[in-house]
């Protein structure tokens, strides 16, 4: 019985040992704008940008392939950081700034079948078929996916509902004053 220990015990040390190695000698280097631009975007994961995630955003825009306009869910504060980290400028005109949402099921019309829950990337979507569907208000990320699947459309978005619990101060706007070698020379 020491003998099957003491072997095993070898045999996983050297094998640790190798993949150790091999980890340090085949490891791949990342572009380190790309995990900069990674930290900068919501990490929800939607796919309202077009992208599986945000990890394969991040990877376009760090290639020039991507415009910083596209992340729904980050609005316009997401936007302005992306840009302002790539020296680029952001085109606002078209965005339209959104209040958090999230998914609602209309039970009455809810025929069971589905579609949504295979659509939901964060499982935030409860049933089964045949029967009905209810959406965990905390795992939906507001990506409305569901609702264009939907073949009787009982899922609308509903604006999260502000209470204490998810309630912010507002961020406090910059004031543009004048640098005090201007004031001085007013006088």
């Given at each position: 019985?020491?003998?099957?220990?003491?072997?095993?015990?070898?045999?996983?040390?050297?094998?640790g040992?190798?993949?150790?190695?091999?980890?340090r000698?085949?490891?791949?280097?990342?572009n380190?704008?790309?995990?900069?631009?990674?930290?900068?975007?919501?990490?929800?994961q939607?796919?309202?940008?077009?992208?599986?995630?945000?990890?394969?955003?991040?990877?376009?825009?760090?290639?020039?392939?991507?415009?910083?306009?596209?992340?729904?869910?980050?609005?316009?504060?997401?936007?302005?950081?992306l840009?302002?980290k790539?020296?680029?400028?952001a085109?606002?005109?078209?965005?339209?700034e959104?209040?958090?949402?999230?998914?609602?099921?209309?039970?009455?019309?809810c025929?069971?079948?589905?579609?949504?829950?295979?659509?939901?990337?964060?499982?935030a979507?409860l049933?089964?078929n045949?029967l009905?569907?209810?959406?965990?208000?905390d795992?939906?990320?507001?990506?409305?996916?569901c609702?264009?699947v939907?073949?009787?459309?009982?899922?609308?978005?509903?604006?999260v509902?502000?209470?204490?619990?998810?309630?912010?101060?507002?961020?406090?706007?910059?004031?543009?004053?004048?640098?005090?070698?201007?004031?001085?020379h007013?006088?």
């Amino acid at each position: 019985m020491l003998i099957a220990i003491g072997s095993l015990t070898i045999l996983g040390l050297v094998l640790g040992g190798l993949l150790g190695a091999a980890a340090r000698f085949l490891a791949v280097e990342e572009n380190p704008l790309e995990e900069e631009l990674k930290a900068i975007l919501p990490g929800s994961q939607c796919g309202q940008c077009g992208y599986v995630g945000c990890g394969q955003y991040a990877a376009a825009l760090a290639k020039g392939e991507a415009s910083v306009t596209l992340c729904s869910p980050g609005g316009k504060a997401v936007i302005e950081a992306l840009a302002k980290k790539l020296g680029v400028t952001a085109d606002l005109s078209e965005h339209e700034e959104k209040v958090p949402e999230y998914a609602f099921i209309n039970e009455d019309l809810c025929i069971g079948c589905t579609r949504c829950i295979r659509e939901c990337s964060t499982d935030a979507i409860l049933g089964a078929n045949k029967l009905m569907h209810t959406v965990i208000i905390d795992a939906c990320h507001g990506c409305s996916k569901c609702v264009k699947v939907c073949p009787t459309d009982a899922i609308v978005m509903v604006p999260v509902r502000v209470t204490v619990a998810n309630w912010h101060w507002p961020k406090p706007e910059v004031e543009h004053t004048q640098p005090k070698s201007e004031v001085a020379h007013v006088h």
